[in-house]
Antibody, heavy 113, light 107 residues
């Protein structure tokens, strides 16, 4: 069974940084591209970033480009999202997804002073 | 960027009813469209991929169709567990984009 477990969320002040992790199990992590997707409170889904299986290809939404960095460690079956210069509009539930198939339960990030 | 216009935003329906949700893309996406269901606890599940392929374990009352710019998700006979939010996603080109969502609610 595919499992994706996000961690690292919390309350952070504007301008600060936070790093999310997503631990994958139940499938061959190194064979799949991975994604981060977020949902602001009461809003719809927004794709954030994608990374290919070998990290050769990386894409970002314009809203986070230059501030967020997606990465992965295939030896640890873990996906990361390094978030810097956080803004209030980054407040959201952040999901990791294998390809765009299986999703985790999400981790909440709240940016507020 | 490709925009997805999803309609309706809210869909009141009754148990046993057949419903259809539409997703229109701003340009052709060559069947690169998925449908997702989101429950109130935040759990997201892929129902349909590549326009019309049913995810394993998803009931056959769900179906997807479309081509070019116009796509739809149909539920043939609503059951209580189907009342949820539904989203379409295009993955033809980056940035990936979602429709704004459809809230399927009990009439």
């Amino acid at each position: 069974e595919v499992q994706l477990v996000e961690s690292g969320g919390g309350l952070v002040q504007p301008g600060r940084s936070l790093k999310l992790s997503c631990l994958a199990s139940g499938f061959t992590f190194s064979n799949y591209g991975m994604n981060w997707i977020r949902q602001a409170p009461g809003k719809g889904l927004e794709w954030v970033a994608s990374i290919s299986s070998s990290s050769s290809y990386i894409y970002y939404a314009d809203t986070v480009k230059g501030r967020f960095t997606i990465s992965r460690d295939n030896a640890k079956n873990t996906l990361y999202l390094q978030m810097t210069s956080l803004r209030s509009e980054d407040t959201a539930l952040y999901y990791c997804a294998s390809g765009v198939a299986s999703w985790g339960q999400g981790v909440m990030v709240t940016v507020s002073s | 960027d490709i925009q997805l216009t999803q309609s309706p935003s809210t869909l009141p329906a009754s148990l046993g009813e057949r419903v259809t949700i539409s997703c229109r893309a701003s340009q052709s996406i060559s069947n690169s469209l998925n449908w997702y269901q989101q429950k109130p606890d935040g759990t997201v599940k892929r129902l349909i991929y590549s326009t019309s392929t049913l995810e394993s374990g998803v009931p056959s009352r769900f179906s997807g169709s479309g081509s070019g710019t116009d796509y739809s998700l149909s539920i043939s006979s609503l059951e209580s567990e189907d009342f949820a939010m539904y989203y379409c996603l295009q993955y033809a080109t980056y940035p990936y984009t979602f429709g704004a969502g459809t809230k399927l609610e009990l009439k």
